[in-house]
C-alpha cells in the first residue's frame, strides 16, 4: 500500500487551504483514511477521518473549520482547512487502514499500518 500527501505550504492565519492523500495497492474492502497532524515537540494528533461509507469524523479542534471529503472511487481524499489558526501548524500525516467506522480510526490511530510520509503546513504571518 502505497499514501502520498499533497497539498502542504505556507499561508497566513485566517487563510485556507486543501492537502490530498491519494492511497494505491490497497486491495481489501472497508478502507478507512485520516489526517493526523504533529507539531514541533509535540505527540501525533488526530484530526479528521472518514470511513468507507464517507461518514465523517472530527477531532474538536477541526471541527467547524476543516473539511474532510473523499473522491468517488474513494481512493483520494482530501482536508478542506479554513480559518487556520497558528496551532494549526504541523506535518500532517495521511494514514489507511481497514475498518468499521471513522471515528475508531481517529481514535486507535496507533494501529494504522499505512502511512504517508507527511506535509508540512505552516500558518504564521
Known amino acids: 500500500v502505497q499514501v502520498i500527501e499533497s497539498g502542504g505550504g505556507s499561508v497566513q492565519p485566517g487563510g485556507s487551504l486543501r492537502i490530498s492523500c491519494e492511497v494505491s495497492?490497497?486491495?481489501?474492502?472497508?478502507?478507512?483514511m485520516g489526517w493526523f497532524r504533529q507539531a514541533p515537540g509535540k505527540e501525533r494528533e488526530g484530526v479528521a477521518a472518514?470511513?468507507?461509507?464517507?461518514?465523517?469524523t472530527y477531532a474538536d479542534s477541526a471541527k467547524g473549520r476543516f473539511t474532510i471529503s473523499q473522491d468517488r472511487v474513494k481512493t483520494t481524499m482530501y482536508l478542506q482547512m479554513s480559518s487556520l489558526k497558528q496551532e494549526d501548524t504541523g506535518i500532517y500525516y495521511c494514514?489507511?487502514?481497514?475498518?468499521?467506522?471513522?471515528?475508531?480510526?481517529?481514535?486507535?490511530?496507533?494501529?494504522?499500518?499505512?502511512w504517508g510520509r507527511g506535509t508540512q503546513v505552516n500558518v504564521s504571518s
Open positions: 472518514i470511513d468507507s461509507d464517507g461518514i465523517p
Open positions: 494514514g489507511a487502514e481497514r475498518c468499521t467506522e471513522s471515528r475508531y480510526l481517529l481514535r486507535d490511530f496507533v494501529n494504522i499500518k499505512n
Open positions: 495497492g490497497y486491495d481489501d474492502v472497508g478502507l478507512c
